[in-house]
């Protein structure tokens, strides 16, 4: 199977973590080296000598390197020893699907990899260091190095530090998720994917390409070959979905000659783990379990849980308002040819809502930011779709009545539901 389609979205996964990214500057130190140490050399043949504050003696620069390199790999050491431990504590009590997000930081990465060019740099030059030859500007790009790499680690420690900051994290994530909003909002569709299934003619099974989670559905190519084929690709799954090899991935109407069967498997890769890139839905899942964790019995934090629903119905809010609805892709001449199941802000809110209204029964504070969430996405939801949110808000009241607050209080949040009802009805 497969054509190779590698799209700058499954490109971007090897640029993840501590690995790519910070292997290719830790061994651009080599390439330094090997540079500075010839152009030195070119310098003093052609009769250039230093200046006597950057002179120093083959000894004194071994010495300078050997300092550098060991301190560099010390602080390289000490680097990876706060992430793991920082990420194991995250992981505990924020999430551990966040520990991928902390994995992506650019900050982190170009850290690692400039302490890690720091300690190549400087063994290479010890490397090539001999009685007769010059290494006075290499001591000068070593020094250079090792004072980026200083700024860098006070610069890593304070990213740190904010990223385990639950207000903070909450914050990226929702901006992660106000832009996979804005590129879905960019592509959305006239109609939802329900009303382009083709009613008449025969279609073809496409079987899942193997196990794990759809990633995202790269349509560009596929529309252009079932422009070409005369038929039009209906996915039965979105990104996010998990699949197996006898699930269906799609159907194919009216390609006689099966030429878009790989072409469909390859469209949609499967992944081991879910990814936030292409899956907008990840996102929202991702604080609604920081929210589910907050307001579990074992850690019991309600702000945090209040940050999250504010987040999201925000979020929500913006969604609505703007009409998305993904998941229908036209050809130049405005034929459908590529189908899966609508992405929308209902769908979207039935992803998130009810769960955080069930978990937060009981809890006055986090009821009353349901209550207000609620009213900020139904005011900003068309009239003929605001139903879906005013059921919520009763299923809010109703959870509050079979709560175990006061009777008083239960008086008091069904109240401010009831007003909410009139002023949206």
């Not at 950057?54 to 390197?65: F, Q």
């Not at 900050?107 to 001999?130: H, K």
């Not at 610069?155 to 909450?170: K, N, Y």
Request: a negative charge; aromatic letters at 6%.
């Amino acid at each position: 199977m497969g054509t190779g389609m590698q799209t700058p979205r499954e490109l971007v996964r090897y640029f993840r973590g501590f690995l790519t990214i910070p292997a290719a500057i830790s061994l651009s130190g080599l390439v330094v080296a090997g540079i500075v140490f010839k152009t030195e050399q070119a310098l003093v043949t052609w009769g250039w000598s230093a200046s006597d504050w950057l002179s120093v003696s083959n000894r004194t620069a071994s010495d300078v390197l050997s300092a550098i390199s060991a301190a560099s790999m010390s602080a390289l050491v000490m680097v990876y020893s706060i992430v793991l431990l920082v990420y194991t504590l995250a992981a505990g009590s924020i999430g551990p699907r966040l520990l991928q997000r902390f994995g992506e930081d650019r900050v982190n990465q170009i850290a690692v990899g400039s302490l890690g060019a720091t300690f190549l740099y400087s063994l290479m030059i010890l490397w090539l260091v001999r009685d007769d030859t010059s290494v006075n500007l290499a001591v000068v790009v070593g020094i250079i190095y090792s004072i980026v790499s200083v700024l860098l680690l006070l610069l890593f420690v304070h990213t740190v530090s904010t990223r385990v900051t639950i207000d903070q994290e909450a914050a990226r994530i929702s901006e992660a998720l106000d832009r996979q909003v804005s590129t879905a909002i960019e592509n959305s569709a006239d109609i939802p994917s329900s009303e382009a299934i083709p009613e008449k003619g025969d279609k073809r099974p496409v079987p899942a390409s193997g196990t794990g989670y759809l990633n995202s559905i790269n349509t560009e190519e596929l529309v252009r070959a079932a422009k070409q084929a005369g038929a039009v690709v209906v996915f039965d799954v979105q990104p996010g979905d998990f699949m197996v090899p006898s699930d269906i991935l799609a159907n194919v109407h009216g390609d006689c000659n099966e030429s878009l069967n790989d072409l469909a498997q390859a469209a949609a890769p499967l992944i081991p783990a879910r990814d936030p890139n292409g899956d907008i839905r990840f996102s929202v899942h991702l604080l609604v379990e920081i929210a589910l964790r907050a307001l579990s019995p074992g850690v019991n934090d309600t702000f945090t849980a209040i940050v999250c629903i504010d987040r999201l119905s925000a979020s929500l809010a913006r969604a609505w308002s703007s009409k998305l609805c993904t998941g229908v892709y036209r050809d130049d001449d405005g034929a459908v040819r590529v189908v899966y199941p609508s992405i929308t802000a209902e769908s979207l809110f039935h992803d998130s809502m009810p769960a955080l209204r069930r978990a937060a029964r009981g809890n006055g504070l986090v009821t009353a930011a349901l209550i207000r969430a609620l009213v900020r996405i139904a005011e900003a939801a068309p009239e003929k779709e605001a139903w879906a949110v005013v059921d919520e808000l009763t299923a809010v009241r109703d959870e509050t009545r079979e709560s175990d607050m006061l009777e008083r209080d239960i008086d008091k949040f069904c109240g401010q539901i009831e007003t909410a009802m009139r002023g949206l009805s």
